[in-house]
């Protein structure tokens, strides 16, 4: 069985500056990983997923998100956030086990 | 097609009610999963269909719980006897079946449940 963690409730960030979200997971064998991100009164978005293949893979609004194996994470980052990043973030494992979310706020 | 669609967005009912929700997934999706978020939470997985077979069930889907998709296109979710603690979105998902682990899920807005 697979497990992720967020050990953040929130991150804050300042506009223009890098942005990292944080996640670790727990499996035995290859992972399947992904983010997604949640905006108010909407269904959660598809932002990216690892699979397999190069351990930086880049998704949808210019995140990215970095897998390493000997630290068991798979952090998302953009190098400028913007304002409109603003919301919920979500890790998630195989068959989809999600993490507990992780509020980003970026202040203009 | 507009993507995952699920009704009603909101329902408030009292406890001891029955309640129904319904989701219409993409079309062209063979799988679809009903998962629940509380307030500081995750989803949390509740079951799949592969096409009109239940093939996986949470042991959070308690008795009261009950999902179908009769014809292996829209989904229902019931829950029976409500109680207070049934109160979180239920959200619908769907995708298309591929490499496990790995299919890529589209999904619905949600549909809220207050339990009075």
């Known amino acids: 069985a697979q497990s992720v963690a967020q050990p953040e409730d929130q991150v804050n960030v300042a506009e223009g500056n890098p942005l990292t979200v944080k996640c670790t997971y727990s499996v035995s064998g290859n992972p399947y990983l992904f983010w997604y991100v949640q905006y108010p009164n909407r269904g959660l978005q598809f932002l990216l997923k690892y699979i397999t293949g190069d351990n930086l893979v880049k998704g949808s609004y210019g995140f990215e998100a970095e897998f390493n194996k000997s630290q068991t994470s798979f952090h998302l980052k953009k190098p400028s956030a913007l304002v409109s990043d603003s919301a919920l973030y979500f890790c998630a494992g195989d068959k989809l086990v999600f993490g507990a979310g992780t509020i980003l706020r970026v202040k203009s | 097609d507009t993507g995952v669609s699920q009704n009603p967005r909101h329902k408030i009912t009292k406890r001891g009610q029955n309640v129904t929700f319904r989701c219409d997934p993409i079309s062209e999706h063979n799988r679809l999963y009903w998962y629940r978020q509380t307030l500081g939470q995750g989803p949390e997985f509740l079951t799949y269909?592969?096409?009109?077979?239940?093939?996986?069930k949470s042991r959070l889907l308690s008795d009261r719980f009950s999902a179908e998709r009769p014809k292996g296109s829209f989904s229902t979710l019931e829950i029976q006897r409500t109680e207070q603690g049934d109160s979180a979105m239920y959200l619908c998902?769907?995708?298309?079946?591929?490499?496990?682990?790995?299919?890529?899920?589209?999904f619905g807005a949600g549909s809220r449940l207050t339990v009075l």
């Open positions: 269909f592969q096409n009109e077979a239940q093939l996986e």
């Open positions: 998902a769907s995708t298309n079946a591929g490499v496990s682990g790995a299919n890529v899920l589209t």
